[in-house]
């Protein structure tokens, strides 16, 4: 019995049917608890990061509705400050720095206090003006404190401004409640202090001085002989004069000094002076000098031995110009029409020595036939820039030009709207009619996106879009005869070569746009690279049934197409020269309805090669050179003694006595001139800036507000007129 009992005991033993099940269900409940454990856990870490984060979100939130206050306050002492300080310069006569810095702080005080107080109480501050702050920062107002948002108060109502010995203006109980979309709600509670800026006032040159100066002229100062018939009516204009004298200082206008029409005006030392025992030096300073038509002996512009003189340009055309002292030009001498005659006397200084832009590039230019120079009693030249062939300031895309003129980068045009402002706009030649409109919104026209959908339209339509011209022609020579143009166009022998032959395709310069376009884009369908790049077109499946152009291949040199435009070894080996450049640059005109392509040799801004080429030309072709120079000037008196005192960017000539060219060599190479041309662009271009603003020299003691205001705005307080009607000068 026992003996089968045992037996059955071991037959349970060995059957362990279900054990498995039971351990499965321990374990699954085991990892069950952890995860349960592990999901609570981030869970609760969640709960506390989210609480957590809203309590910062509401305390920073608090905190930037105050920054905006801030920000707000410190636009109000920027302005503040700028206003006083104009005001006190303008006032500054006869005081002393301590007065001034005192008239500053009592100044600067007052016009803080109006802009945050309230109208009704100049010892209280206004709460909407420093609301408007958050409604500008797009920041919500409450209403009420509690509601959604920013909510402002005095603390007791007591919304006080007080200022402490002219130290500080204080807004004092300033509160502010925020409460965020949950309901948190954050309290702060503050003054605000704003500090009167500390300026020590020297005895400084920025003061205008209007008691040195005989004439100031805010846009222009015009003297001719010109009718009437254009004179509205109800005004009486007294007519040019040819005996016009001036003495002592000038300021001749932002537009500039015009005289014209056989008008006259002498800037003259006044007679006074060596009576009282005066050395006076005056200063003669405008945006531009532009006389025209004024050729008769007593017409014309004359400059006195005691003027400082700065301009921008000097412009002479069928005129006479005598300039005498010292002269600081910015640009150019550019004389122009018929029978013009120059004299430069004492120090001529062209101080813009830019090299990539013919803007600010000082140099003298003789457009003009039969002209007369006189550099004989001439102490010091100087010229830091190079003439230019003028490009930039033509298009000969008339669609492209007429929207130039029409376009206005704060309009939004429709394209009905574009095309017939274009089409409406009538156009007489391919000049931008005005430049520095060019600099500025033609530019932006060019980058617009208005214009990029109007050329995609027009391209869509199959039209012709030429190409802008981008940048002027470098010259070697800082000073030139238009005709001197001649030797920097590509000869004809170097155009329009048949790829791998001396046969030309085109022998001409200028040719018509359609010439051109066929020189440069005709296809070579037999060379290797073309077809490479056709085939690995064609083996492109987004390719599948289009027409492959190489012309759109951006990739492709010149092997892959017919013709070599320009070949300029042909013109190096025929001078004997090295290679001055490799380079030619397209310009495009627009002659009679036809547009024609001009080739010039391109020096990029390596003024160095330039110089080079122009001295080894004068070499090559004397005669030409001669007959250029010649057909423009009938005479040119040269001081032999000037080279110790001459600074050149570029080359110069004079005539001697059997009216040969001589050149004058470019200086680039003494390095202490050099030097001297980059220091003197910078110091007399911001001495002239400074003068057209404050009629003083110092750029340095400028304040942001007299850099952005005329010199009427900086004279003149338009207050006083506004109060009685009657002009006060700022003293």
């Given at each position: 019995?026992f003996?089968?009992l045992r037996?059955?005991?071991?037959?349970?033993?060995k059957?362990n049917k279900?054990?498995?099940?039971?351990?499965?269900?321990v374990?699954i409940?085991?990892?069950?608890?952890?995860?349960g454990?592990?999901?609570?856990?981030?869970?609760?870490?969640y709960l506390?990061?989210y609480v957590?984060?809203k309590n910062?979100?509401?305390?920073?939130?608090?905190e930037y509705?105050?920054?905006?206050?801030n920000v707000?306050?410190?636009?109000?002492?920027s302005?503040?400050?700028?206003?006083?300080?104009?005001?006190?310069?303008?006032?500054?006569?006869?005081?002393?720095a301590d007065t001034?810095?005192v008239?500053?702080?009592?100044?600067f005080a007052?016009?803080l206090?109006e802009?945050?107080?309230?109208?009704s109480?100049?010892?209280?501050?206004?709460?909407?003006?420093?609301?408007d702050?958050w409604e500008?920062?797009d920041l919500?107002h409450?209403?009420?404190?509690?509601n959604?948002?920013?909510?402002?108060?005095?603390?007791?109502?007591?919304?006080?401004?007080?200022?402490?010995n002219?130290?500080?203006?204080?807004?004092?109980?300033?509160?502010?409640?925020?409460?965020?979309?949950?309901g948190?709600?954050?309290m702060?509670?503050?003054?605000?202090?704003?500090?009167?800026?500390?300026?020590d006032?020297?005895?400084?040159?920025?003061?205008l001085?209007?008691?040195?100066?005989s004439?100031?002229?805010?846009?222009?100062?015009?003297?001719?002989?010109?009718?009437?018939?254009?004179v509205p009516?109800?005004?009486s204009v007294?007519k040019?004069?040819?005996?016009?004298?001036?003495?002592?200082?000038?300021y001749g206008?932002?537009n500039g000094?015009?005289v014209g029409?056989?008008?006259?005006?002498d800037f003259?030392?006044?007679?006074?002076d060596?009576?009282?025992?005066?050395?006076l030096?005056?200063?003669?300073i405008?945006?531009?000098l532009?006389?025209?038509?004024a050729?008769?002996a007593t017409a014309?512009?004359?400059?006195n031995?005691k003027?400082?003189t700065f301009?921008e340009n000097i412009n002479v055309t069928?005129s006479?110009?005598?300039?005498?002292g010292?002269m600081?030009?910015?640009d150019?001498?550019?004389i122009?029409?018929r029978n013009?005659k120059?004299v430069?006397?004492?120090?001529?200084?062209?101080y813009?020595?830019e090299n990539t832009?013919?803007d600010?590039?000082?140099?003298?230019?003789?457009?003009g036939?039969n002209?007369?120079?006189d550099?004989?009693n001439l102490?010091?030249?100087?010229?830091?820039g190079?003439a230019y062939v003028?490009?930039k300031?033509?298009d000969?895309d008339?669609d492209?030009?007429?929207l130039?003129?029409?376009?206005?980068k704060?309009?939004?045009?429709?394209?009905?709207e574009?095309?017939?402002?274009?089409?409406?706009?009538?156009?007489?030649?391919?000049k931008?009619?005005?430049e520095?409109?060019?600099?500025?919104?033609y530019?932006?026209?060019?980058?617009?996106?208005a214009?990029?959908?109007?050329t995609?339209?027009?391209e869509?339509?199959?039209?012709?879009?030429?190409p802008?011209?981008t940048?002027?022609?470098?010259?070697?020579?800082?000073?030139?005869?238009?005709?001197?143009?001649?030797m920097y166009?590509?000869?004809?022998?170097?155009i329009?070569?048949?790829?791998?032959?001396?046969?030309?395709?085109?022998?001409?310069?200028?040719m018509?746009?359609?010439e051109?376009?066929?020189?440069?884009?005709t296809?070579?369908p037999?060379s290797s690279?073309?077809?490479?790049?056709k085939?690995?077109?064609d083996?492109?499946p987004?390719?599948?049934?289009?027409d492959?152009?190489?012309?759109?291949?951006k990739?492709?040199s010149?092997?892959?197409y017919?013709?070599?435009?320009?070949?300029?070894?042909v013109?190096?080996t025929?001078?004997?020269?090295?290679?001055?450049?490799?380079k030619?640059k397209a310009?495009?005109?627009?002659?009679?309805?036809?547009?024609m392509?001009?080739?010039?040799?391109?020096?990029?801004s390596?003024?160095?090669?330039?110089n080079?080429?122009?001295?080894?030309?004068c070499?090559?072709?004397?005669d030409?050179?001669n007959?250029y120079?010649?057909?423009y000037?009938?005479?040119?008196k040269?001081?032999?003694?000037?080279?110790?005192?001459?600074?050149?960017a570029?080359?110069?000539?004079y005539?001697?006595?059997?009216?040969?060219v001589?050149v004058?060599e470019d200086t680039?190479?003494?390095s202490?001139?050099?030097?001297?041309?980059?220091?003197?662009?910078?110091?007399?271009?911001?001495?002239?800036?400074a003068?057209?603003?404050?009629?003083?020299?110092?750029y340095?003691?400028?304040?942001?507000?007299q850099?952005?205001?005329?010199?009427?705005?900086?004279?003149?307080?338009?207050k006083?007129?506004?109060?009685?009607?009657?002009h006060?000068l700022?003293?």
């Amino acid at each position: 019995m026992f003996s089968r009992l045992r037996n059955k005991l071991d037959i349970f033993k060995k059957d362990n049917k279900g054990a498995a099940i039971v351990v499965a269900i321990v374990a699954i409940a085991f990892i069950g608890m952890l995860v349960g454990m592990l999901v609570y856990m981030a869970y609760y870490n969640y709960l506390m990061k989210y609480v957590d984060r809203k309590n910062k979100d509401n305390f920073y939130s608090a905190e930037y509705a105050l920054d905006i206050i801030n920000v707000g306050l410190q636009k109000d002492i920027s302005d503040s400050m700028a206003e006083a300080y104009v005001k006190t310069l303008q006032n500054s006569a006869g005081m002393d720095a301590d007065t001034m810095t005192v008239y500053f702080k009592n100044d600067f005080a007052k016009i803080l206090r109006e802009k945050v107080c309230d109208p009704s109480d100049q010892n209280k501050w206004l709460l909407t003006h420093l609301t408007d702050m958050w409604e500008a920062a797009d920041l919500i107002h409450a209403a009420s404190a509690g509601n959604k948002g920013a909510y402002m108060e005095a603390i007791g109502g007591n919304n006080s401004l007080t200022l402490t010995n002219t130290d500080y203006l204080t807004i004092a109980n300033v509160k502010i409640v925020y409460t965020n979309e949950d309901g948190y709600i954050s309290m702060i509670e503050t003054d605000i202090r704003l500090k009167v800026p500390d300026l020590d006032f020297a005895q400084s040159a920025t003061k205008l001085n209007l008691e040195d100066y005989s004439l100031v002229a805010n846009d222009s100062l015009i003297n001719h002989l010109g009718n009437q018939d254009e004179v509205p009516d109800g005004i009486s204009v007294n007519k040019g004069s040819t005996d016009l004298e001036i003495s002592g200082s000038v300021y001749g206008g932002k537009n500039g000094i015009q005289v014209g029409k056989q008008a006259n005006i002498d800037f003259i030392k006044d007679p006074t002076d060596d009576s009282n025992g005066l050395d006076l030096t005056y200063k003669l300073i405008s945006k531009s000098l532009d006389i025209e038509n004024a050729s008769e002996a007593t017409a014309g512009v004359n400059i006195n031995e005691k003027y400082d003189t700065f301009v921008e340009n000097i412009n002479v055309t069928s005129s006479n110009f005598k300039g005498d002292g010292n002269m600081f030009v910015g640009d150019d001498l550019d004389i122009a029409g018929r029978n013009s005659k120059v004299v430069l006397k004492g120090h001529y200084r062209g101080y813009g020595n830019e090299n990539t832009i013919s803007d600010s590039s000082s140099s003298i230019l003789i457009n003009g036939a039969n002209t007369t120079l006189d550099f004989s009693n001439l102490d010091e030249l100087v010229l830091s820039g190079h003439a230019y062939v003028g490009a930039k300031k033509y298009d000969a895309d008339r669609d492209r030009l007429a929207l130039g003129s029409v376009y206005d980068k704060d309009t939004v045009y429709t394209d009905d709207e574009l095309t017939k402002a274009v089409s409406d706009k009538v156009l007489n030649s391919d000049k931008i009619e005005d430049e520095e409109q060019f600099d500025n919104q033609y530019d932006e026209m060019l980058n617009s996106d208005a214009y990029d959908a109007f050329t995609a339209k027009r391209e869509m339509n199959g039209e012709k879009i030429i190409p802008q011209n981008t940048s002027d022609v470098l010259m070697g020579e800082s000073m030139s005869v238009k005709a001197n143009q001649l030797m920097y166009m590509v000869p004809v022998e170097c155009i329009g070569y048949i790829k791998g032959t001396d046969q030309q395709f085109v022998t001409k310069n200028p040719m018509t746009y359609d010439e051109y376009n066929e020189l440069l884009n005709t296809p070579d369908p037999e060379s290797s690279e073309y077809k490479d790049l056709k085939a690995e077109f064609d083996s492109n499946p987004l390719n599948a049934g289009k027409d492959f152009d190489i012309t759109k291949v951006k990739t492709a040199s010149r092997k892959a197409y017919k013709y070599e435009p320009v070949r300029l070894s042909v013109l190096w080996t025929e001078m004997g020269t090295a290679a001055y450049t490799n380079k030619y640059k397209a310009v495009y005109r627009r002659i009679n309805g036809t547009v024609m392509v001009y080739l010039y040799l391109d020096f990029t801004s390596d003024e160095n090669l330039a110089n080079e080429f122009y001295r080894a030309y004068c070499k090559y072709a004397p005669d030409s050179v001669n007959l250029y120079v010649n057909s423009y000037i009938k005479d040119l008196k040269w001081n032999a003694g000037l080279k110790s005192q001459l600074t050149l960017a570029g080359n110069m000539f004079y005539l001697n006595n059997k009216k040969e060219v001589v050149v004058v060599e470019d200086t680039s190479q003494d390095s202490t001139k050099f030097l001297n041309m980059s220091l003197w662009q910078e110091e007399y271009s911001n001495k002239h800036t400074a003068l057209m603003h404050t009629l003083k020299d110092n750029y340095d003691a400028m304040t942001s507000a007299q850099l952005t205001s005329d010199v009427f705005d900086n004279l003149v307080d338009e207050k006083c007129i506004k109060q009685d009607g009657k002009h006060q000068l700022r003293t």
